[in-house]
């Protein structure tokens, strides 16, 4: 993700040795560490998905809730060890490097796979743009009505549009994007990862108060009682609380992207492993909390969203604070998700064209006290387009739960499972038929079974919603 002319220089570069300024591939030596990784996958991780946690532990209920939610995590932390050991072909000290996702589905499977993959992952990166759109105009709408609720003491509905909201975040995007690579994006993630520590720790301190209010935990073991809900809506629920908890686990799509920052020694492969199991720990203490106590509050009623689905009035700055640090923790989280995206199709497009200078010429701006501004305007075009394009989807189906369902189940088991599986199997040569062989194929298909159950329940959540809805007339 660095300028044309160096990329192409790189690629053809012997993968061996480096010196101070260039790493073994030719290119501008990489400075990230544990701590940096760790910041980009908390970013992307501990995103919206966050906050619908408390709704799927409703649908679970006190037995099956957490234990999913655990299980997720071992999943994801294992999957993502067998992904970190493909960022490099052959030995994973010296071995050529491989950029993206898809270069490390390349190296490993070929043929018609990468074409699959990458349609799976980039769909996935376009609808995360979707989702986040969503989940920011939804926070920035919960910031007015809290205060319009304190201001009235709760006489006035507060009823208002989510499209201005929506359009006012896809303009900040348009800046954000014009930044030209992921690993100047760190400290946007950095601020990322404190706004979701700070909005994850309102959503646990208001579940807290909200348990010692009511003198009592709510919910039951089996989650939301059928009277309150059908035995067939229970089903679908249950399923969709497996696409919403999948979601909120996923970054395996960008795990190479975060390892291409990393510096060696040690070899890229340990410090992801490091950073993976910093990251996924912290997130999964942070989900059992946030899930959990938000259903010990409002048990069957836990909502969709726990801090906009106004089960919490009061304290309405608290609540303000929250949803604040949720809108500036999304356009990190939109950012880092979109880099990946923004970066493939600009590679194509230099390859196709190599001697245009619409896509390939960079002009200097000069910026008081920073390094010049490099403006190119194919990128400033497509990137802006890019934006336009999903904030207008997101105003179209402003369903956040349903789609936050969708995408976790749609992007979980090729991406977080099966793919991380093959490319495993074909680098250490694993045979077939042998027990660590079956072990994992037996593994990759259950979680395909969990991911289908998963897609149906969030695909019944958005035919339901979609019958009493009227296009750009999303008033909440």
Request: hydrophobic residues 45%; glycine residues 8%.
């Amino acid at each position: 993700m660095v300028q044309n002319q160096q990329e192409a220089f790189a690629v053809d570069m012997p993968q061996t040795g480096g010196s101070k300024c260039f790493d073994d591939d030719g290119r501008i030596k990489r400075t990230g560490s544990v701590w940096t990784a760790s910041a980009h996958i908390i970013t992307a991780v501990i995103g919206s998905g966050v906050l619908s946690l408390a709704w799927a532990t409703a649908q679970l209920g006190w037995l099956a809730g957490p234990v999913v939610m655990l299980l997720f995590s071992i999943v994801t932390y294992f999957t993502s060890t067998l992904l970190a050991a493909c960022y490099r072909s052959g030995d994973p000290i010296s071995g050529k490097r491989n950029y993206t996702y898809m270069d490390a589905v390349r190296s490993n499977l070929g043929g018609v796979k990468v074409k699959l993959c990458g349609i799976v992952q980039y769909l996935n990166l376009f609808g995360v743009a979707i989702g986040y759109t969503i989940a920011s105009a939804i926070s920035m709408m919960a910031i007015k009505r809290s205060n319009c609720f304190h201001k009235s003491g709760g006489k006035d509905p507060c009823h208002m549009n989510s499209n201005p909201y929506m359009i006012a975040f896809g303009l900040v995007q348009i800046i954000f994007s014009q930044i030209p690579d992921f690993d100047q994006l760190w400290w946007l993630s950095i601020l990322a990862a404190v706004m979701s520590f700070t909005y994850s720790s309102a959503g646990l301190a208001l579940g807290i108060a909200q348990v010692v209010a009511n003198g009592k935990v709510k919910g039951s073991l089996t989650g939301i009682s059928i009277g309150a809900v059908t035995e067939t809506q229970k089903i679908w629920r249950s399923f969709q609380a497996l696409g919403d908890i999948a979601f909120a686990y996923s970054y395996s799509i960008i795990l190479i992207e975060i390892q291409d920052t990393v510096k060696s020694p040690p070899s890229e492969e340990k410090t992801m492993k490091k950073a993976t199991l910093v990251s996924v720990g912290v997130t999964t203490m942070f989900y059992m909390l946030c899930g959990c106590m938000g259903y010990a509050a409002f048990g069957d009623m836990s909502p969709g969203n726990l801090l906009t689905g106004f089960g919490f009035y009061n304290p309405y700055w608290l609540l303000d604070i929250a949803n604040a640090a949720i809108v500036v923790h999304l356009v990190g989280a939109y950012q880092v998700y979109c880099q990946p995206l923004f970066a493939f199709i600009e590679r194509q497009a230099s390859t196709r064209f190599p001697d245009s200078d619409f896509i390939a010429k960079e002009i200097k701006i000069p910026v008081p006290g920073f390094k010049p501004f490099r403006l190119n305007f194919f990128r400033l075009i497509w990137r802006t387009v890019f934006v336009i394009i999903t904030t207008l989807i997101s105003m179209l189906l402003p369903f956040f739960n349903d789609v936050v369902g969708l995408l976790g189940a749609l992007g979980f088991w090729p991406l977080t499972v099966y793919f991380p599986v093959e490319m495993y199997i074909e680098q250490k040569k694993i045979p077939r038929w042998s027990t660590q062989w079956v072990c994992l194929q037996v593994f990759s298909s259950a979680c395909l079974v969990v991911s289908i159950a998963a897609a149906a329940g969030s695909i019944a959540g958005v035919v339901l919603d979609l019958k009493s809805y009227k296009p750009f007339q999303s008033n909440y």
